[in-house]
């Protein structure tokens, strides 16, 4: 029996080997990571990401052919594959901090294969990387190999947070990245043969190592800038009395342009995007090429611009000033189908308004209130006054600057204001007019996802602004 072992149990590494496990019942999958909770959370009922259809797959393959243990170096040892899935952030000290790729735990892992490998093994990068990070991994495990022969492969992982389980079951392509040697040839081979379980041949595409670890950054890129594009079309629609949803639409239908990731918004965020573009602006300067890294800052530049104009939106709006006035925050994860909130517009946005000294009451169907706490704590922009949460009951934020509450009807109640800041579902249903009713008039709503009918909610009384849409006057 092939065994496959993965270091790493996050949003990747456990998604993405629950399907290797349902998809090849004859490989013996093992997902392990050096955080105790985390582990603890997926052998439990109580998984410590939330991803549609996970449950049902992990609950499925555990114990039969898909393992999660804290025993790194048992799994790591008796495995022929080796994913390593561990987290990549920017490096915040240091050379490059700011900008290039924290490879730290990347390198522990590859030492601590290079020191419990007897058998020769392939270890893939499923972790999104810089290009040319291979080469660096080769030279660990090779200066440490003790006769043991390593293939390093690229495997970028293209899965979105909130659609992993489709995205993993029907993947676009599976990129693979492999020495041109006969070794690289036959290792990237044996990973593709995983893969052709469930898919399509055609889907699997096979590159050199460089290729494969510069797509992943190039994709993210791509996707970011067509966020960034559509922002900047945002701004100027409210200029101009252009709709962006018209302009989004009239765009996409361009089957060269086409109608995905166009839609405006607060601004992109999760744990990848701004990190990734800030990846390749560190190695285009590392290349020599400040124009191309200056390119690729303004994606990351208009996003930020985006989060910024929302907030002003909001205060200037509202009178000028939101101090003290109960604003009802809708949402907080990044996008929505996830509880993530690595990198989400919501802590610009509610960090902005503290700042402006009002009162957030913040309900997010799968964000925990110690999740908003840690957010909204970190000392990214200097503050008046410490965050302090409460829980849900009271319908007032009672003085506090941020509450946390359970239910969207409770966090409107008695506030100003209402900004929508994820797009999940739920929100859509709202019955706004009792929502209106329990509101302070005026009532305002900011809708930062664009998923209100704007002329409904203007019937109903709101003042309502939504992203890239004409204002009302
Ligand atoms: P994550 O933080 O959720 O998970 C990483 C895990 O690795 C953590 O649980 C951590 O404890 C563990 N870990 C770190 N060092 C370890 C070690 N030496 N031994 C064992 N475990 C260790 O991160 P993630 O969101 O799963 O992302 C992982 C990688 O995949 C990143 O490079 C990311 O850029 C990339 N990626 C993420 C996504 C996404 O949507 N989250 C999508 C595609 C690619």
């Known amino acids: 029996m092939v065994k496959i072992c993965c270091i790493g149990a996050g949003y990747v590494g456990g998604p993405t080997m629950a399907i290797i496990a349902l998809k090849c019942p004859s490989i013996e999958v093992a997902v392990v990571d050096i955080s105790v909770s985390r582990i603890s959370a997926w052998n439990s009922d109580q998984l410590p990401i939330y991803e549609p259809g996970l449950d049902e797959v992990v609950k499925q393959c555990r114990g039969k052919n898909l393992f999660f243990s804290t025993d790194v170096e048992k799994h790591v040892y008796e495995a022929d594959i080796v994913f390593v899935s561990v987290n990549t952030p920017t490096k915040t000290r240091g050379l490059g901090a700011g900008k290039a790729a924290d490879l730290t735990y990347w390198e522990s892992a590859a030492r601590m294969i290079a020191d419990v ?236 308004l503290i700042g402006d000294k009002a009162q957030l009451s913040i309900y997010d169907p799968q964000v925990t209130e110690d999740q908003i706490e840690r957010d909204l704590s970190m000392n990214k922009f200097d503050w008046d006054h410490p965050v302090h949460l409460q829980p849900a009951s009271p319908s007032t934020t009672g003085g506090k600057k941020v509450q946390v509450v359970w239910d969207a009807y409770e966090a409107a109640k008695d506030a100003h204001g209402i900004c929508i800041l994820t797009e999940w579902d739920e929100f859509r249903k709202l019955d706004f007019q009792k929502i209106y009713e329990s509101m302070q008039k005026p009532a305002f709503i900011f809708d930062g996802r664009s998923i209100i009918d704007v002329n409904k909610l203007r019937k109903i009384g709101f003042i309502v602004y939504s992203i890239g849409k004409p204002l009302d006057t």
Request: glycine residues 6%; proline residues 3%; charged residues 25%.
């Open 117 to 352: 490998s007897k058998s020769d093994k392939i270890v893939v990068e499923k972790s999104t990387v810089p290009v040319k990070t291979a080469e660096a991994i080769e030279k660990i495990l090779t200066h440490n190999s003790k006769g043991i022969k390593y293939q390093i492969l690229s495997n970028p992982e293209f899965l979105a947070e909130g659609t992993a389980i489709q995205d993993l079951l029907k993947p676009d392509r599976v990129l693979i990245g492999g020495r041109e040697t006969s070794a690289g040839s036959k290792a990237v081979q044996t990973l593709k043969e995983v893969y052709a379980h469930w898919v399509p041949e055609d889907r699997i595409l096979t590159t050199n190592l460089w290729s494969a670890e510069l797509s992943k950054l190039a994709a993210n890129a791509f996707l970011a800038q067509r966020i960034s594009s559509v922002n900047a079309m945002s701004a100027l629609c409210e200029a101009t009395g252009a709709d962006v949803s018209q302009v989004s639409f009239a765009v996409g239908k361009d089957s060269r342009i086409g109608p995905k990731f166009l839609n405006a918004s607060v601004g992109f965020g999760g744990s990848c995007f701004q990190k990734d573009i800030l990846n390749l602006v560190y190695i285009c300067e590392c290349n020599g090429l400040p124009e191309v890294a200056e390119y690729w800052k303004q994606v990351i530049k208009i996003n930020d611009y985006q989060k910024s104009r929302f907030v002003n939106r909001i205060v200037s709006s509202m009178f000028n000033t939101v101090a003290n006035k109960k604003i009802a925050i809708l949402g907080f994860a990044f996008k929505k189908d996830t509880g993530d909130t690595r990198e989400t517009p919501a802590i610009d946005v509610c960090k902005g």
